[in-house]
């Protein structure tokens, strides 16, 4: 697949760090239209080897947590370690626009001025996950672009939105120190996925906090690792103050070296390329059969058929699925 000269231009500009050309990049590549998603894969095929370079954290916790002062905060210590730090802040999807309801970039404006970051807020759009359909080509155009570290910031709503994990070297979960797993919406399979867990807000209630990881620690051993080489860790932080900060990243970069010794973190990796290419694979099928001519004619009948309970639903998945492969 051929790259066009200005793609090509864009490639080469990205690769010099150029902001305006990162931007529309990741346009290209959120883009929906058909001749757009053929010019950001020969745009991704080309920047590939520029890429993996990077540390990827997968940041997620409900609304009101703090994600937005946490990473930011976190964001101005790794820029004074010298890293370069991007975060894709995938926010909640207008309903009527589909576009982005919070605007993540006005909630990290002190980190957002910063020369070696880059924030982009980009909408969810309905993706399952709490990621955006295009957020891991983003990712990978962020790495070519020469930043350092990547961090996802989910949307934190419902129960699958820990398609970050899936995604990411490694995956940190924000806590409310003082409100129960069910105002959080905490439940055993999202907590199995982290690998750290911060208890955010710890300064308005120290001793709510203290209790709270406590009782995390405590009940580790009824939790399944979310990767048999590491114990999950938990801190106490606050991001208005600074507190437990560098403790974090400090964790952040014993997880890195831990799973790297071991082999298991160039492994994660592979095995999320694979699941990422049978994502794709799904997806275009599924677009490809609910296009099809023959599909299309057939459907708003089997639909019928299905609500009114006149046909058994399976056998009106088996006639659409044959007329899609005839």
């Known amino acids: 697949m051929s790259i066009e000269p ?31 998603r053929l ?13 993996g370079k990077a540390y990827r954290i997968g940041i997620s ?24 730090v991007a975060v894709l ?17 006005t909630r990290m404006e002190r980190l957002s001025q910063q020369e070696n970051a880059y924030i982009r807020p980009s ?5 399952l996950g709490g990621v955006g359909h295009q957020s891991r080509e983003a990712m ?65 209630d120290p001793r709510a906090a203290a209790v709270a990881a406590g ?25 208005s103050t600074g507190t437990g900060i560098e403790e974090i990243w400090a964790t952040l970069q014993n997880y890195r070296k831990t799973m790297q010794h071991l082999g298991a973190f160039e492994e994660r990796r592979k095995h999320q390329a694979q699941t990422w290419m049978w994502q794709l694979v799904e997806a275009g099928l599924q677009e490809r059969f609910r296009n099809h001519d023959a599909v299309r004619a057939a459907l708003p009948q089997a639909l019928q058929q299905a609500a009114d309970g006149t046909t058994n639903p399976a056998t009106l998945a088996t006639l659409l699925l044959d007329a899609f492969r005839h």
């Open 6 to 36: 200005d793609d090509d231009a864009l490639a080469a500009a990205l690769l010099a760090r150029q902001r305006r050309a990162l931007a529309k990049a990741i346009t290209l590549v959120e883009s929906s239209r058909p001749d757009h």
């Open 215 to 239: 009782q995390m620690r405590a009940a580790l051993h009824m939790l399944r690792p979310a990767s048999p080489h590491w114990q999950m860790q938990v801190i106490q932080a606050s991001a």
């Open 123 to 127: 909408p969810a759009r309905g993706a």
């Open 39 to 51: 010019r950001a894969q020969s745009l991704l095929d080309k920047l590939l080897p520029h890429t």
């Open 89 to 105: 802040a995938v926010d909640p999807s207008s309903p009527l626009t589909g576009g982005s309801i919070l605007g993540d970039k």
């Open 61 to 84: 916790g409900v609304p009101g947590v703090g994600k937005s002062t946490f990473i930011e905060a976190f964001g101005m210590h790794l820029l004074a370690q010298g890293l370069r």
């Open 140 to 204: 990978l155009i962020c790495e070519a672009a020469g930043y350092d570290i990547i961090i996802v910031e989910t949307v934190g709503v419902g129960q699958s939105e820990t398609a970050v994990a899936g995604m990411c070297d490694v995956f940190l979960l924000l806590q409310l120190p003082n409100a129960g797993d069910e105002l959080q919406g905490i439940k055993k399979g999202i907590l199995e996925l982290a690998d750290i867990v911060v208890y955010n807000k710890a300064d308005i």
